[in-house]
T-cell receptor
Framework: DGGITQSPKYLFRKEGQNVTLSCEQNLNHDAMYWYRQDPGQGLRLIYYSQIVNDFQKGDIAEGYSVSREKKESFPLTVTSAQKNPTAFYLC?????????????FGSGTRLTVV | LAKTTQPISMDSYEGQEVNITCSHNNIATNDYITWYQQFPSQGPRFIIQGYKTKVTNEVASLFIPADRKSSTLSLPRVSLSDTAVYYCLVGDINTGGFKTIFGAGTRLFVKA
């Protein structure tokens, strides 16, 4: 079955550490996205990529970094510069246009700073 | 970017029809309207999409008036499993999803 896989499901980070969240899709989608969701809030765009080897900052990119070396993969690194990283992180993918079925989301990674 | 306004929350009972209205007064000519459903600790899931008039699928109906400044998601005969957050998105689907904005959504709570 085609889909988008995020791992791990739960992640704990110590203060000052960098952590990397994995996102892999086998839908042959061109575009991939990272969103952050805080309790009771909507989704906020961190980074997006429309094509391999290219990505753009979203609304809240500070303290995060990404890479897009392969079409299938779009990992997100939460750096120590992100002052409040505890949140639910969602990865999504889409065709270049959203005409059919829109975004496909992964099941999310819940990151907690300990 | 078209801003959307939805009720923060709604309550319903099993078996009732639920209508959630979204306002988008500055919708652009090329913008489509898309609704997503999100359960706790999961990613949002596409429900329905439309441009004008009425769209129906196996899950819901979407009503869009002629001026397109609002839209209504209709869920027929809801069940407890329809308890979720529903997001209304407006954007030009031909220029990429990065320009669409997820607001806080509408929390629907279905009671027995």
């Amino acid at each position: 079955d085609g889909g988008i896989t995020q791992s791990p499901k739960y992640l704990f980070r110590k203060e000052g550490q960098n952590v990397t969240l994995s996102c892999e899709q086998n839908l042959n989608h061109d575009a991939m996205y990272w969103y952050r969701q805080d309790p009771g809030q909507g989704l906020r765009l961190i980074y997006y990529s429309q094509i391999v080897n290219d990505f753009q900052k979203g609304d809240i990119a500070e303290g995060y970094s990404v890479s897009r070396e392969k079409k299938e993969s779009f990992p997100l690194t939460v750096t120590s510069a992100q002052k409040n990283p505890t949140a639910f992180y969602l990865c999504a993918s889409s065709p270049r246009t959203l005409l059919v079925d829109g975004y496909t989301f992964g099941s999310g990674t819940r990151l907690t700073v300990v | 970017l078209a801003k959307t306004t939805q009720p923060i929350s709604m309550d319903s009972y099993e078996g009732q029809e639920v209508n959630i209205t979204c306002s988008h007064n500055n919708i652009a000519t090329n913008d489509y309207i898309t609704w997503y459903q999100q359960f706790p600790s999961q990613g949002p899931r596409f429900i329905i999409q439309g441009y004008k008039t009425k769209v129906t699928n196996e899950v819901a109906s979407l009503f869009i008036p002629a001026d397109r400044k609002s839209s209504t998601l209709s869920l027929p005969r809801v069940s407890l499993s329809d308890t979720a957050v529903y997001y209304c998105l407006v954007g030009d689907i031909n220029t990429g999803g990065f320009k669409t904005i997820f607001g806080a959504g509408t929390r629907l709570f279905v009671k027995a």
